[in-house]
């Protein structure tokens, strides 16, 4: 294959995706392809392992072994790791949802902050960007209603970053978020945040926009004035969990792969991959698992799927050809 992914973004920017030690162990052909082998990827990130349900389990009990598999494997297979993520309303063990006293910032705050300190102090120059925050905005641009927001405000972002800072100076730190991708009140609103943080010394230094996005709705002149906005605040970018999802009925079917949204989706990676490369703020994207085979979509987006350059086969789709294609004509 003349496009390597990995080989035409060395050196400028990542092309990376999201996968489990798990998966890799049992499945031989999708290991392959994931590999350092493949010359496709440059950079992972667990899609699941480094949340705080299964790091920390208990309180004060970490549990980084589901962590560290993958965080060998990217070693042994030359790729750079995402970690995500810190401090997230989901996926929270039931310690944290159903406290037997409930939380106050007394209570919470030092938990919070041992929890960030720990991860961040083990992954001390094995994880070089960091999803301190995942998803603190609402769509109209006010902040979601969680725990951390109802006991601390926006208190709480500030200490993460603090936080992870001190832990690890070199790792670059983001907050993450979906439907970051356009300008919109969620977009402009966080922007203005941002740059606050940033004016107030903050260590807060990239965007994650996750880009879960939907095939025949992807804009490249929309999405690079959203991630322009971001950018004119002086902050680095990252594509973090992309995937262009479409309507293919009940179940994955394979036979629904060969319709002419994939003609569509094609265009709408090169067209996503573009608006990364024409802002020098973007550092890349990531792939939320690299193949059908493994996506979260129709799992939870019941009837939608067929989200990923690679098939449920691990074939490649006319997406790769066109990410690649915008990656060499950059
Ligand atoms: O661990 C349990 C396992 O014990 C149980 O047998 C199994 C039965 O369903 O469920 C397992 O937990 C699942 C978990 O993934 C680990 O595989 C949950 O049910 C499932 O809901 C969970 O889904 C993950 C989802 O986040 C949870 O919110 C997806 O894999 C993961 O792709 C998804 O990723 C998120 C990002 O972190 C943040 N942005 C959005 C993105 C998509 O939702």
């Not at 979509?297 to 294609?325: C, F, H, N, Q, S």
Request: net charge negative; hydrophobic share 40%.
């Amino acid at each position: 294959d003349a496009l390597g992914g990995k080989m035409a973004l060395v050196g400028r920017r990542w092309f990376g995706q999201a996968t489990e030690s798990y998966t890799l162990d049992g499945d031989a052909a999708y290991a392959a392809i994931a590999g350092a082998a493949s010359v496709e990827f440059n950079r992972v990130t667990p899609e699941n392992s480094m949340k705080w349900e299964t790091i920390e389990p208990q309180p004060g009990v970490f549990d980084f072994t589901l962590g560290d598999k993958l965080v060998a494997w990217a070693q042994a297979n030359d790729q750079a790791v995402r970690g995500h993520t810190l401090v997230w309303h989901s996926q929270l063990p039931s310690w944290m949802n159903n406290p037997a006293v409930p939380w106050t910032a007394a209570t919470l705050k030092p938990v919070l902050e041992n929890h960030i300190r720990t991860v961040v102090r083990h992954y001390k120059g094995k994880i070089d960007q960091w999803d301190v925050v995942n998803e603190m905005f609402n769509e109209d641009g006010t902040y979601r209603d969680t725990i951390f927001y109802r006991t601390f405000g926006t208190d709480f972002v500030k200490w993460a970053l603090t936080w992870a800072h001190e832990e690890d100076p070199d790792a670059l730190l983001f907050i993450n978020d979906y439907n970051f991708e356009y300008r919109g009140p969620k977009v402009d609103t966080a922007a203005a945040f941002f740059q606050s943080l940033v004016n107030e010394g903050y260590p807060l230094g990239a965007v994650g926009c996750q880009a879960h996005l939907i095939v025949g709705q992807v804009s490249q002149a929309g999405i690079t004035a959203g991630l322009q906005k971001f950018a004119d605040t002086g902050l680095l970018l990252y594509l973090t969990e992309v995937d262009i999802r479409y309507e293919i009925g009940r179940g994955n079917d394979i036979a629904n792969y060969t319709t002419s949204q994939v003609a569509q989706q094609a265009k709408d990676y090169y067209e996503l991959t573009n608006a990364c490369l024409a802002i020098d703020n973007c550092l890349g994207m990531t792939l939320w698992e690299y193949t059908d085979k493994y996506s979260w979509i129709p799992g939870v987006w019941d009837g939608t799927g067929a989200a990923l350059p690679w098939d449920v086969r691990l074939d490649k789709k006319p997406a790769y050809t066109a990410i690649m294609e915008a990656i060499l004509g950059q």
